[in-house]
């Protein structure tokens, strides 16, 4: 892979009915002082509250996506079929990149085994931590230590974060982009295109320089009634337990997700300390992931 000096980035950021906040996520990124960037929206909003605002912007590309509601993975495609960045950096809607970040994070691609680069995420005046485990993956496929420590400078790690991460265009077009099965929730997502890319011999890089702050505004994912909290679940538990089967599986995963787990929630249940429906929801979750991955894996096989 090439050594990239002062790379050409496209910023893009995944929205779908915030434009109360995107504005000011929008006013941060352009603001970053870096030779050539662009910034790209996909919008996936069942309004059109957030194509106005965009529209005031005029540096800013825009794509509308339709029946796009919970499928990220989707969102992020187009994305990168739109971007012409040699690095495409993600941000959240709800992400306030801070001055600097554009610097911090292309400078590791001169490297030409940097694959990815991604930094310091920190809610608003919560302070960054001095020291502890960043971007780890355990042996059993949970992702451990989180984004808020300032390390003393940049060190490698396993995978980054979601609303604060970037890669070389090429390598995402060559692994095919974001896997569309994290539907839903979308968690895991982003780890699994970290994890991609580190097999595919590339190593990922956290710099606390490439610095965020993250909002945590709330999503519209599934709608706000019980319902929709029992669905969030599910595809939460579903997103996991296909991630630790496709890229960890061994028998102790399989043992820990499947049989393990499962036992331990129905007891917690016996003994009064976990709702049934909750229960319920996460062991149907366990098991859709596992079938998630028989279906990929039988997609694979046909290939």
Same mark, same amino acid.
């Given at each position: 892979?090439?050594?990239?000096?002062?790379?050409?980035?496209?910023?893009?950021?995944?929205?779908?009915? #915030?434009?109360?906040? /995107?504005?000011?996520?929008?006013?941060?990124?352009?603001?970053?002082?870096?030779?050539?960037?662009?910034?790209?929206?996909?919008?996936?909003?069942?309004?059109?509250?957030?194509?106005?605002?965009? *529209?005031?912007?005029?540096?800013? @590309?825009?794509?509308?996506?339709?029946?796009?509601?919970?499928?990220?993975?989707?969102?992020?495609?187009?994305?990168? %079929?739109?971007?012409?960045?040699?690095?495409? *950096?993600?941000?959240?809607?709800?992400?306030?990149?801070?001055?600097?970040?554009?610097?911090?994070?292309?400078?590791?691609?001169?490297?030409?085994?940097?694959?990815?680069?991604?930094?310091? &995420? /920190? *809610? !608003?005046?919560?302070? !960054?931590?001095?020291?502890? &485990?960043?971007?780890?993956?355990?042996?059993?496929?949970? !992702?451990?230590?989180?984004?808020?420590?300032?390390?003393?400078? !940049?060190?490698?790690?396993?995978?980054?974060?979601?609303?604060?991460?970037?890669?070389?265009?090429?390598?995402? /077009?060559?692994?095919?982009?974001?896997?569309?099965?994290?539907?839903?929730?979308?968690?895991?997502?982003?780890?699994?295109?970290? &994890?991609?890319?580190?097999?595919?011999?590339?190593?990922?890089?956290?710099?606390?320089?490439?610095?965020?702050?993250?909002?945590?505004? @709330? %999503?519209?994912?599934?709608?706000?009634?019980?319902?929709?909290?029992?669905?969030?679940?599910?595809?939460?538990?579903?997103?996991?337990?296909?991630?630790?089967? %496709?890229?960890?599986?061994?028998?102790?995963?399989?043992?820990?997700?499947?049989?393990?787990?499962?036992? @331990?929630?129905?007891?917690?249940?016996?003994?009064?300390?976990?709702?049934? #429906?909750?229960?319920?929801?996460?062991?149907?979750? #366990?098991?859709?992931?596992?079938?998630?991955? /028989? *279906?990929?894996?039988?997609?694979?096989?046909?290939?």
């Amino acid at each position: 892979m090439a050594s990239l000096e002062r790379p050409s980035v496209s910023i893009i950021i995944i929205t779908r009915n #915030r434009p109360h906040i /995107l504005g000011d996520c929008l006013s941060y990124a352009l603001a970053q002082d870096y030779d050539t960037f662009e910034v790209i929206v996909v919008d996936a909003s069942d309004n059109d509250e957030t194509q106005h605002l965009v *529209a005031n912007y005029s540096q800013v @590309r825009y794509i509308r996506l339709h029946d796009a509601a919970n499928q990220m993975p989707r969102s992020r495609n187009e994305g990168i %079929k739109m971007a012409r960045g040699e690095i495409v *950096a993600f941000i959240d809607d709800d992400s306030l990149v801070q001055p600097g970040w554009l610097q911090a994070l292309t400078r590791h691609y001169a490297e030409p085994k940097v694959g990815g680069v991604g930094g310091l &995420v /920190l *809610a !608003p005046r919560e302070e !960054p931590r001095l020291n502890g &485990v960043v971007g780890r993956i355990s042996r059993l496929g949970t !992702p451990i230590g989180d984004f808020n420590v300032h390390t003393p400078g !940049p060190v490698r790690v396993e995978h980054l974060r979601g609303c604060n991460m970037s890669f070389r265009r090429e390598i995402l /077009l060559r692994l095919g982009g974001f896997n569309p099965r994290y539907d839903g929730s979308n968690f895991r997502e982003d780890t699994d295109m970290c &994890v991609r890319v580190r097999r595919a011999g590339y190593e990922l890089v956290y710099d606390p320089e490439a610095f965020v702050i993250h909002l945590y505004a @709330r %999503k519209e994912v599934y709608g706000r009634d019980d319902r929709a909290d029992n669905a969030y679940r599910l595809s939460v538990a579903k997103n996991t337990a296909y991630f630790r089967l %496709k890229h960890f599986l061994s028998f102790s995963t399989v043992l820990s997700l499947l049989i393990i787990g499962p036992m @331990r929630i129905a007891s917690n249940v016996l003994l009064g300390s976990a709702n049934i #429906r909750v229960a319920w929801t996460d062991v149907k979750g #366990r098991w859709a992931g596992l079938v998630a991955y /028989l *279906a990929s894996h039988q997609e694979g096989a046909r290939e």
